[in-house]
């Protein structure tokens, strides 16, 4: 937050405008992909920055409420004062002071509005609280993010021509009051374009309706005018294009500078979350095939801040309705509920995903026989650093591969099929949006002597083949341990190992204890041969070891 100095804001150069003023030049920011013309930001506030200041009027009491407001005349701004707490009801009571205006024009069709920009520097000392009231006296807008003499600001609350508006200041907390430190409040206001948000508008009963043209595209934009604020958004569905009743968008979401950003896309009555995304500060939050219940009427977005604020700059959210890609996930599908289904056909499948900040896509096999091992082989991406896990039913992780870096693919090698589960996610930040993954599933029918993965410890250690001198496995993914149960003869026995790397290789009995080598077995008890990689970084999913079990 900055500090308030006298007259150092740049609007303080308006003291007070009811000016209907003009657009400023936009500036224009690249955007990737296939939206259309590159995303226009409206630098500041739509005001001329060399707008003359107007003249200061001097606040006059009473003025504490509704009924008593001080009218604001057009072209000047008020320079009021905080008085001194009176006692009410044996208790201190603070000063309000409240101003009021009739916004220029006359009214409009289609939902046309005008915005209104206020302003309060702030008073050595005191913790100012501003607030915006609709004609009835209801709060619209308030902003308290400033501390003891900083300025407060409401970027741009939406007022109606013709209508009567109120600006009410106050303290916050125990009232101090200050007769010989004014403030001074300024309000400027001009026309809403039609992409603008439309505040207060933080909870989908206000959402404001984004406009799409010819059906398939429309953008918004606003501001973070408050810590923590957030943007509720809604997009019609009449008449866009769909398939199997639903609607497929595409979003580019560019937050102002200084701020870090979070995109929801809500389902039907905004109970459902259907994709979410959260980038670090100045991150650029891109979503992708995300499909959406064609039958509402409207879905809404909601935006926020969930740090910083816009200050002069703006958002830009960007909408597309987009054929649905043909081989591809179908979002949401973030957890075992809603997982892509990935038909077998011929032994094997392969969709393709996109990632966004924070997104994992899940997915379930079927068509595979219980007894089939399944192996999971996912394509790099650029930039992107890719983890593919296999889950069970409740979501948690049983084995993972992230063992190669950005850019490249992971791998992991056939196991059991249990559920079918499997899902795909990247570090925090990374995005696959112009450029998919693309995930494969291939069905093995396991040899006699293959080990049965997950076997990495006693319980599900495999069974070695009776009257088989070897076995087979992969060391996937890193840290990878593999175990082997056998029944002993009462001779001695040693284990040795051949792969494509450097491993180490014991038996060991129930308790886990080492049997050194040529040691004799106890006849009929049970033993496990355990492969572990000797470096733990050391993975390779795609060449499998023997094992030997001998003298």
């Known amino acids: 937050m900055r500090q308030k100095k006298a007259v150092s804001h740049p609007l303080s150069a308006i003291s007070l405008a009811l000016l209907l003023v003009g657009c400023e030049h936009r500036k224009p920011i690249a955007v990737r992909g296939d939206l259309g013309p590159a995303v226009e930001v409206v630098e500041g506030s739509k005001r001329r920055p060399d707008q003359p200041k107007g003249p200061l009027v001097d606040e006059k009491e009473p003025d504490d409420d509704v009924a008593h407001a001080q009218p604001m005349t057009p072209g000047s701004g008020i320079r009021g004062t905080m008085a001194l707490p009176k006692t009410v009801k044996g ?72 209508r009567t508006y109120y600006v009410r200041v106050r303290e916050v907390g125990a009232p101090k009051g200050d007769a010989d430190h004014p403030y001074e409040l300024t309000v400027a206001t001009w026309n809403a374009s039609a992409n603008d948000e439309r505040e207060p508008n933080d909870d989908p009963t206000r959402a404001t309706p984004i406009k799409l043209t010819s059906g398939t595209s429309g953008d918004a934009s606003g501001f973070f005018g408050r810590k923590r604020d957030e943007d509720w958004l809604a997009l019609p569905l009449a008449g866009v294009p769909t398939k199997d009743g639903r609607a497929t968008l595409r979003l580019e979401f560019a937050p102002p500078e200084g701020v870090t950003p979070s995109l929801k896309v809500m389902g ?82 392969q969709l393709a995903g996109f990632l966004w900040p924070g997104d994992a896509d899940v997915y379930r096999v079927t068509g595979a026989p219980p007894d089939a091992l399944l192996g999971f082989d996912v394509d790099g991406v650029e930039k992107v650093d890719l983890k593919v896990e296999r889950i069970g039913a409740d979501g948690k992780a049983w084995t993972r591969a992230d ?82 149960s056998f029944t002993a003869t009462g001779a001695a026995a040693g284990a040795h190992f051949g792969g494509p790397m450097p491993a180490s290789v014991k038996i060991v009995d129930e308790g886990r204890r080492v049997v050194p080598p040529g040691t004799p077995l106890t006849a009929g008890k049970r033993y496990f041969v355990v492969i572990k990689a000797a470096n733990d970084k050391a993975t390779n999913p795609r060449e499998p070891y023997t094992v030997t079990l001998g003298p």
């Open 91 to 162: 208790n201190p009571a603070g000063d309000e002071d409240v101003f009021s205006w009739m916004q220029a024009g006359t009214p409009r069709d289609m939902g046309g509005f005008d915005y209104a920009r206020v302003e309060l520097t702030g008073v050595p000392g005191l913790d100012l609280q501003l607030e915006v009231l609709d004609g009835d006296g209801k709060r619209l807008v308030l902003a308290n993010d400033g501390g003891p003499g900083e300025y407060e600001v409401i970027p741009n609350v939406g007022v109606d021509p013709a």
């Open 268 to 349: 039907a009555g905004a109970r459902e979350i259907v994709a979410e995304a959260r980038g670090a500060k100045n991150d650029e939050l891109r979503l992708r095939n995300v499909g959406v219940d064609a039958s509402v009427a409207a879905v809404n977005l909601a935006l926020r801040a969930v740090e910083g604020r816009s200050g002069e700059a703006r958002w830009v959210l960007r909408v597309g309705i987009e054929p649905p890609l043909d081989g591809a996930e179908r979002e949401p599908n973030n957890d075992v509920a809603h997982a892509t289904p990935m038909a077998l056909v011929n032994g094997t499948a």
């Open 403 to 484: 063992d190669v870096g950005v850019g490249q693919g992971e791998l992991l090698p056939p196991a059991r099929a249990a559920e079918g589960l499997v899902r795909v996610s990247a570090r925090a930040r990374d995005t696959a949006f112009d450029a998919p993954y693309r995930l494969t599933v291939t069905m093995v029918q396991p040899a006699p002597d293959d080990e049965r993965e997950p076997n990495d410890g006693p319980a599900t250690a495999t069974q070695w083949l009776p009257g088989s001198p070897t076995m087979h496995g992969r060391l996937a993914p890193r840290g990878d341990e593999d175990w082997y």
